[in-house]
Nanobody
Framework: QVQLVQSGGGLVQAGGSLRLSCASSGRTFTNLAMGWFRQAPEKEREIVAA????????YYPDSVKDRFTISRDNAKNTVYLQMNSLKPEDTAVYYC????????????????WGQGTQVTVSS
């Protein structure tokens, strides 16, 4: 039973940076791949980053590649999303999620979700 608690987010001007954190308050992150998702108004939820249990494999879509970095500290049961060079189109509610698999794979589902954190980027 993984309970994900998010922190971070807020209002930032274009070009600025934010770091989101996601920690487990129950079960540890052992053998769980982790991901970050976002949902903007009137848009579908999309994945913005993912990381395998080992941390050796990551994924980013082209929209955030080279700007966002996902990392994890398994000893602290915490995953991070560092967001640099933020753009107004990055404005969305961001969610962390955990999957019951240690590896990243196409089409796998995420089983546990955080409460969401608003990120607003002003122009």
């Amino acid at each position: 039973q993984v309970q994900l608690v998010q922190s971070g987010g807020g209002l930032v001007q274009a070009g600025g940076s934010l770091r989101l954190s996601c920690a487990s308050s129950g079960r540890t992150f052992t053998n769980l791949a982790m991901g970050w998702f976002r949902q903007a108004p009137e848009k579908e939820r999309e994945i913005v980053a993912a990381i395998s249990w080992s941390g050796r494999t990551t994924y980013y879509p082209d929209s955030v590649k080279d700007r966002f970095t996902i990392s994890r500290d398994n000893a602290k049961n915490t995953v991070y999303l560092q967001m640099n060079s933020l753009k107004p189109e990055d404005t969305a509610v961001y969610y962390c999620a955990a999957a019951d698999t240690p590896y990243l794979r196409s089409g796998h589902e995420y089983d546990y979700w955080g409460q969401g954190t608003q990120v607003t980027v002003s122009s």
